[in-house]
């Protein structure tokens, strides 16, 4: 148990190194703040390829917010005003956005140490300070019991051991609570390790994700696949990178740069398409 739980712990500090290494080229990508994302958006009609670089950005971050409120949608009744727990926020831009569009109290989480300045500065300048509370801590390890009315996990849960987090989301949520999940799924077992290796995550199946939150207590209210949806984000991703490799290095982009990324972001873009993988919304409420 020992060994496991220091693997654990190893595997969790490669995942925030990684996210922390990160930072300045998530700033540049999805920059200048103060609602920054780093997550798939949904996008229902693509532009034609060679738009200028403002208009892929803006239309990046306008699919990145029409998933958040595609999964308040999904929640029914959001719970305006209330306590809600964003784990894994990254830089705060979905934090932020539950604060300005649903007035709550964000409690947003992150296991990156540089991570909790960059959402402390951008609340500031939102005017949300005193909505938005960054916290340095395990998302396996928030503490309190019965406080949240709603678990917010967009793209983070893929990082967490399901059956233990259900479990203290349980714990924290208040009766009745919600957890909304936004993440991407496995649905062929050949999908999993090209798609781990390369986000670091632990993707799972809804199978097992949906049998680990039944056991903790925890009800499937929603599922919406929204797979089809965020195919055409990817397409809008390979633009913002063809834009930023013209700047880096002019026509003459290293071969290796532009095959890796571009590889896999045209594997995500097959795999939702033929099912190896699913894009999908998870309502969650505990029960009694």
Not at 118 to 147: H, I, N, T, W, Y
Not at 166 to 178: A, C, E, N
Not at 259 to 281: F, I, P, T, V
């Amino acid at each position: 148990m020992r060994a496991e739980a220091a693997l654990a712990d190893a595997w969790r500090d490669e995942v925030a190194g990684y996210y922390g290494e990160k930072t300045e080229r998530i700033l540049r990508r999805y920059g200048p703040g103060p609602r920054v994302h780093y997550h798939c958006g949904l996008v229902d009609a693509v532009p034609p390829p060679g738009a200028p670089e403002d208009l892929v950005h803006a239309q990046v971050h306008a699919a990145q917010e029409a998933l958040l409120t595609e999964l308040a949608r999904a929640v029914g009744r959001f719970p305006d005003g209330g306590e809600v727990l964003d784990v894994g926020c990254g830089l705060g831009g979905g934090a932020l956005y539950w604060a300005a569009e649903h007035r709550a109290r964000v409690t947003a989480v992150t296991n990156v140490p540089a991570h909790v300045e960059l959402v402390r500065g951008f609340s500031e300048a939102a005017g949300m300070s005193a909505r938005v509370k960054p916290l340095l801590c395990d998302a396996l390890a928030v503490p309190g019991r019965a406080c949240f009315d709603a678990v917010v996990a967009v793209e983070s849960a893929c990082y967490l051991p399901r059956a233990e987090w259900f479990r203290r989301v349980r714990t924290l949520l208040k009766p009745r609570g919600v957890v909304a999940i936004a993440d991407c799924f496995v649905g062929r077992p050949e999908a999993a390790a090209p798609f781990d290796r390369y986000w670091r995550t632990r993707i799972g199946t809804l199978s097992e994700y949906l049998s680990a939150a039944h056991a903790a207590g925890l009800e499937l209210e929603v599922r919406d696949d929204v797979s089809s949806r965020v195919v055409g984000f990817w397409s809008l991703t390979l633009e913002m990178l063809a834009h930023e490799r013209a700047a880096l290095y002019g026509p003459r982009t290293p071969a290796f740069i532009a095959r890796e990324s571009s590889r896999e972001h045209l594997r995500l873009q097959q795999g939702m398409m033929d099912g190896g993988l699913e894009y999908a919304l998870l309502v969650l409420r505990r029960a009694g």
